[in-house]
Protein backbone atom coordinates (compact mmCIF):
# COMPACT_ATOMS: atom_id res chain seq x y z
CA UNK A 1 0.00 0.00 0.00
CA UNK A 2 0.85 3.56 -0.34
CA UNK A 3 2.02 5.38 2.48
CA UNK A 4 -1.03 7.32 2.93
CA UNK A 5 -4.24 4.99 1.82
CA UNK A 6 -5.55 8.00 -0.10
CA UNK A 7 -2.92 8.15 -1.96
CA UNK A 8 -3.27 8.61 -5.87
CA UNK A 9 -0.60 6.59 -7.26
CA UNK A 10 0.40 6.64 -11.40
CA UNK A 11 2.27 4.10 -12.54
CA UNK A 12 4.38 5.50 -15.65
CA UNK A 13 6.04 3.14 -18.07
CA UNK A 14 8.53 4.72 -20.85
CA UNK A 15 8.51 2.66 -23.88
CA UNK A 16 10.61 2.69 -26.77
CA UNK A 17 9.59 0.14 -29.57
CA UNK A 18 7.81 -2.32 -27.21
CA UNK A 19 4.51 -3.24 -29.07
CA UNK A 20 6.03 -6.48 -28.75
CA UNK A 21 5.71 -6.96 -24.54
CA UNK A 22 3.89 -3.54 -23.89
CA UNK A 23 0.35 -5.31 -23.83
CA UNK A 24 1.54 -7.71 -21.03
CA UNK A 25 3.38 -5.58 -18.89
CA UNK A 26 0.20 -3.71 -18.88
CA UNK A 27 -1.85 -6.87 -17.92
CA UNK A 28 0.39 -7.79 -15.20
CA UNK A 29 0.20 -4.17 -13.37
CA UNK A 30 -3.81 -4.19 -13.55
CA UNK A 31 -3.37 -8.03 -11.95
CA UNK A 32 -1.86 -6.23 -8.75
CA UNK A 33 -5.22 -5.44 -7.84
CA UNK A 34 -4.07 -2.03 -6.51
CA UNK A 35 -5.98 1.10 -7.10
CA UNK A 36 -3.81 2.65 -10.00
CA UNK A 37 -3.14 4.44 -13.01
CA UNK A 38 -1.05 3.80 -15.78
CA UNK A 39 0.58 5.90 -18.58
CA UNK A 40 2.63 4.66 -21.13
CA UNK A 41 4.72 7.54 -22.46
CA UNK A 42 5.51 5.78 -26.19
CA UNK A 43 9.28 7.42 -26.46
CA UNK A 44 9.21 8.01 -30.53
CA UNK A 45 8.29 4.19 -31.22
CA UNK A 46 7.99 3.44 -34.71
CA UNK A 47 6.88 0.12 -33.92
CA UNK A 48 2.81 0.88 -32.85
CA UNK A 49 3.52 0.56 -29.54
CA UNK A 50 1.06 3.67 -28.78
CA UNK A 51 -1.87 1.67 -29.98
CA UNK A 52 -0.96 -1.58 -28.78
CA UNK A 53 -0.48 -0.17 -25.37
CA UNK A 54 -4.04 2.36 -25.75
CA UNK A 55 -5.85 -1.31 -27.22
CA UNK A 56 -4.71 -2.59 -23.85
CA UNK A 57 -6.22 0.28 -21.27
CA UNK A 58 -3.53 2.45 -20.52
CA UNK A 59 -3.28 6.14 -21.17
CA UNK A 60 -0.46 7.25 -24.02
CA UNK A 61 1.37 9.89 -24.31
CA UNK A 62 3.15 10.35 -27.31
CA UNK A 63 6.84 12.24 -27.79
CA UNK A 64 7.48 13.56 -31.20
CA UNK A 65 10.85 11.52 -31.28
CA UNK A 66 13.29 9.15 -29.21
CA UNK A 67 14.16 11.33 -26.34
CA UNK A 68 15.49 7.96 -23.93
CA UNK A 69 14.04 7.15 -21.07
CA UNK A 70 14.99 10.61 -19.10
CA UNK A 71 13.15 12.46 -21.47
CA UNK A 72 10.10 9.96 -21.26
CA UNK A 73 10.15 9.81 -17.55
CA UNK A 74 10.39 14.08 -16.94
CA UNK A 75 7.60 13.88 -19.14
CA UNK A 76 5.82 11.02 -17.09
CA UNK A 77 6.60 12.96 -13.45
CA UNK A 78 5.36 16.38 -15.07
CA UNK A 79 1.78 14.34 -16.12
CA UNK A 80 1.32 13.46 -12.52
CA UNK A 81 2.18 16.93 -11.12
CA UNK A 82 -0.39 18.61 -13.73
CA UNK A 83 -3.12 15.60 -12.82
CA UNK A 84 -2.16 15.71 -8.86
CA UNK A 85 -1.25 12.39 -8.21
CA UNK A 86 0.69 11.99 -4.78
CA UNK A 87 2.93 8.69 -6.17
CA UNK A 88 4.56 7.89 -9.56
CA UNK A 89 6.12 4.41 -10.04
CA UNK A 90 8.43 3.40 -12.34
CA UNK A 91 8.46 -0.15 -14.71
CA UNK A 92 10.37 -0.78 -17.70
CA UNK A 93 8.02 -1.99 -20.32
CA UNK A 94 10.16 -5.13 -21.46
CA UNK A 95 8.88 -7.52 -18.52
CA UNK A 96 11.65 -7.77 -16.34
CA UNK A 97 10.02 -5.65 -13.37
CA UNK A 98 7.39 -8.15 -11.79
CA UNK A 99 4.96 -5.66 -10.34
CA UNK A 100 3.77 -8.14 -7.50
CA UNK A 101 6.59 -6.58 -5.66
CA UNK A 102 4.41 -3.02 -5.52
CA UNK A 103 3.26 -3.29 -2.71
CA UNK A 104 6.70 -3.51 -0.53
CA UNK A 105 7.81 -0.70 -2.56
CA UNK A 106 4.91 1.15 -1.69
CA UNK A 107 5.17 1.05 1.76
CA UNK A 108 8.49 1.66 1.83
CA UNK A 109 7.34 5.47 1.00
CA UNK A 110 6.26 5.74 4.49
CA UNK A 111 9.96 6.35 5.44
CA UNK A 112 11.43 7.34 2.68
CA UNK A 113 10.80 9.86 -0.47
CA UNK A 114 12.62 7.28 -3.26
CA UNK A 115 12.34 3.74 -2.81
CA UNK A 116 14.34 1.51 -5.73
CA UNK A 117 13.23 -1.95 -6.27
CA UNK A 118 16.70 -3.43 -5.50
CA UNK A 119 19.21 -6.43 -7.63
CA UNK A 120 22.07 -7.95 -5.52
CA UNK A 121 19.93 -6.92 -1.92
CA UNK A 122 19.06 -10.46 -1.76
CA UNK A 123 16.21 -12.16 -4.04
CA UNK A 124 16.97 -13.46 -6.96
CA UNK A 125 19.90 -14.67 -8.93
CA UNK A 126 20.12 -11.60 -11.27
CA UNK A 127 24.23 -11.69 -12.02
CA UNK A 128 26.16 -8.91 -13.92
CA UNK A 129 29.81 -9.32 -14.55
CA UNK A 130 33.25 -7.81 -15.79
CA UNK A 131 33.24 -3.85 -16.05
CA UNK A 132 29.74 -4.19 -15.46
CA UNK A 133 29.63 -5.12 -12.21
CA UNK A 134 32.60 -3.61 -10.88
CA UNK A 135 30.86 0.35 -12.24
CA UNK A 136 27.19 -0.73 -10.54
CA UNK A 137 29.98 -1.40 -7.31
CA UNK A 138 31.64 2.04 -7.53
CA UNK A 139 28.43 4.09 -8.16
CA UNK A 140 26.50 2.24 -5.39
CA UNK A 141 29.30 3.09 -2.91
CA UNK A 142 29.18 6.28 -3.56
CA UNK A 143 25.42 6.70 -3.67
CA UNK A 144 25.46 4.86 -0.56
CA UNK A 145 27.86 7.67 1.47
CA UNK A 146 25.36 10.48 0.08
CA UNK A 147 22.01 8.60 1.19
CA UNK A 148 23.57 7.72 4.55
CA UNK A 149 22.48 4.05 3.86
CA UNK A 150 23.06 0.32 1.89
CA UNK A 151 22.34 0.89 -1.94
CA UNK A 152 23.06 -2.11 -4.03
CA UNK A 153 21.30 -1.36 -7.21
CA UNK A 154 21.32 2.45 -8.05
CA UNK A 155 21.00 2.01 -11.50
CA UNK A 156 17.62 -0.06 -11.39
CA UNK A 157 14.60 1.37 -13.34
CA UNK A 158 12.16 0.09 -10.76
CA UNK A 159 11.46 2.55 -8.20
CA UNK A 160 8.57 4.65 -6.70
CA UNK A 161 8.62 8.18 -5.72
CA UNK A 162 6.24 10.40 -2.85
CA UNK A 163 5.11 13.50 -4.43
CA UNK A 164 8.30 15.52 -2.80
CA UNK A 165 10.36 13.76 -5.12
CA UNK A 166 7.86 13.77 -7.98
CA UNK A 167 7.77 17.35 -7.49
CA UNK A 168 11.62 17.99 -8.00
CA UNK A 169 11.73 15.22 -10.90
CA UNK A 170 8.86 17.07 -12.83
CA UNK A 171 11.90 20.11 -13.07
CA UNK A 172 15.39 18.47 -12.91
CA UNK A 173 15.07 15.08 -13.89
CA UNK A 174 17.95 14.49 -16.34
CA UNK A 175 17.60 12.65 -19.70
CA UNK A 176 21.82 11.99 -20.51
CA UNK A 177 23.03 8.61 -20.20
CA UNK A 178 22.70 7.02 -16.75
CA UNK A 179 21.30 10.58 -15.79
CA UNK A 180 17.67 8.73 -15.48
CA UNK A 181 19.18 6.49 -12.64
CA UNK A 182 22.37 7.85 -11.22
CA UNK A 183 21.81 11.81 -11.18
CA UNK A 184 18.29 11.16 -10.55
CA UNK A 185 19.11 9.91 -7.52
CA UNK A 186 22.31 12.18 -6.51
CA UNK A 187 20.02 15.17 -7.30
CA UNK A 188 17.17 13.97 -4.94
CA UNK A 189 19.43 13.29 -2.33
CA UNK A 190 21.28 16.87 -2.44
CA UNK A 191 18.12 18.54 -1.79
CA UNK A 192 17.17 16.29 1.24
CA UNK A 193 15.27 13.46 0.23
CA UNK A 194 15.59 10.03 1.60
CA UNK A 195 16.19 7.25 -0.80
CA UNK A 196 15.72 3.61 0.46
CA UNK A 197 15.93 0.23 -1.44
CA UNK A 198 13.54 -3.26 -1.25
CA UNK A 199 14.85 -6.66 -3.08
CA UNK A 200 13.51 -7.64 -5.86
CA UNK A 201 14.06 -10.27 -8.60
CA UNK A 202 13.97 -8.91 -11.47
CA UNK A 203 13.26 -11.63 -14.92
CA UNK A 204 14.96 -11.83 -18.13
CA UNK A 205 13.35 -9.74 -21.25
CA UNK A 206 9.96 -10.92 -22.67
CA UNK A 207 10.69 -10.22 -25.96
CA UNK A 208 14.20 -9.45 -27.60
CA UNK A 209 17.74 -9.38 -26.00
CA UNK A 210 20.16 -7.48 -24.73
CA UNK A 211 23.09 -6.27 -26.22
CA UNK A 212 25.94 -7.92 -24.52
CA UNK A 213 29.78 -7.64 -25.07
CA UNK A 214 33.52 -7.19 -23.31
CA UNK A 215 33.42 -3.28 -25.69
CA UNK A 216 30.32 -2.39 -24.66
CA UNK A 217 30.69 -3.22 -20.60
CA UNK A 218 33.98 -1.57 -20.83
CA UNK A 219 32.17 1.64 -22.18
CA UNK A 220 29.56 1.01 -19.77
CA UNK A 221 32.44 1.32 -17.17
CA UNK A 222 33.70 4.56 -18.51
CA UNK A 223 30.05 6.41 -18.83
CA UNK A 224 29.32 5.74 -15.60
CA UNK A 225 32.19 6.92 -14.01
CA UNK A 226 31.51 9.72 -16.09
CA UNK A 227 27.86 10.26 -14.85
CA UNK A 228 28.78 9.57 -11.62
CA UNK A 229 30.89 12.45 -11.61
CA UNK A 230 29.26 15.38 -13.60
CA UNK A 231 26.37 14.19 -11.25
CA UNK A 232 28.34 15.22 -8.07
CA UNK A 233 29.54 18.81 -9.58
CA UNK A 234 26.22 19.83 -10.90
CA UNK A 235 24.18 22.39 -8.77
CA UNK A 236 20.47 22.53 -8.28
CA UNK A 237 19.66 25.68 -6.41
CA UNK A 238 16.03 25.30 -7.97
CA UNK A 239 15.59 22.23 -6.84
CA UNK A 240 16.13 23.17 -3.62
CA UNK A 241 13.71 25.65 -3.89
CA UNK A 242 11.09 23.29 -5.09
CA UNK A 243 11.85 20.95 -2.36
CA UNK A 244 11.57 23.76 -0.03
CA UNK A 245 7.68 24.86 -1.92
CA UNK A 246 6.54 21.22 -1.03
CA UNK A 247 7.88 20.93 2.40
CA UNK A 248 6.24 24.40 3.44
Known sequence: MPARPDDRVLVVIPAWNEAGAIAGTIREVRGSELDLDILVVDDGSGDGTAAVARDAGAEVVRLPFNLGVGGAMRTGYRYAMREGYDVVVQ????????PTYLPQLLAGLEHSDVVIGA???????YAARGP????????????????GT???????????????????????????????????????????????????????????????????????????????????????????????????
Not at 132 to 147: F, I, K, T
Not at 153 to 181: C, I
Open 91 to 98: IDADGQHD
Open 119 to 125: RFAGEGT
Open 132 to 147: RRWAMRLLAAVLSWLA
Open 150 to 248: RLTDVTSGFRVANRRAVRVFADHYPAEYLGDTVESLVIALRVGCTVTQQPVHMRPRTIGTASQSPLRAATYLVRAVVALALALVRRWPAATETLGQEKS
